[in-house]
Nanobody
Framework: QVQLVESGGGLVQAGESLRLSCAAS????????MGWYRQAPGKQRELVAT???????NYGDSMKGRFTISRDNAKNTVYLQMNSLRPDDTAVYYC??????????????WGQGTQVTVFT
């Protein structure tokens, strides 16, 4: 069973940066897409950024140009560099991994979430 462990959240001032990390652990698993979603109070969970094992990326609109996703496939770890943080980036950030089960089914795996709070 795949487990995701996140780290790197915290409290920062607007304009500052944070780096989130998420490592997948387990045995005998295959993960294609890894990435991050976030959920602010009273709002739906939204895409932050994802990356496939081949390096293709997808970003949420408000993150483009400020956030950068990267990945170390050998370590099954995904990173999110967040620059120029704004108060509206405040949310719980969840790591996501898509575990490939067979050729047609992807099992979504979620981390426990890490809080990011940006103040002015």
């Amino acid at each position: 069973q795949v487990q995701l462990v996140e780290s790197g959240g915290g409290l920062v001032q607007a304009g500052e940066s944070l780096r989130l990390s998420c490592a997948a652990s387990g045995s005998g698993f295959s993960i294609n897409t890894m990435g991050w979603y976030r959920q602010a109070p009273g709002k739906q969970r939204e895409l932050v950024a994802t990356m496939t094992s081949g390096g293709s990326t997808n970003y949420g609109d408000s993150m483009k140009g400020r956030f950068t996703i990267s990945r170390d496939n050998a370590k099954n770890t995904v990173y999110l560099q967040m620059n120029s943080l704004r108060p509206d980036d405040t949310a719980v950030y969840y790591c996501y991994a898509g575990e490939q089960l067979g050729s047609d089914y992807v099992l979504p795996i979620w981390g426990q979430g890490t809080q990011v709070t940006v103040f002015t």
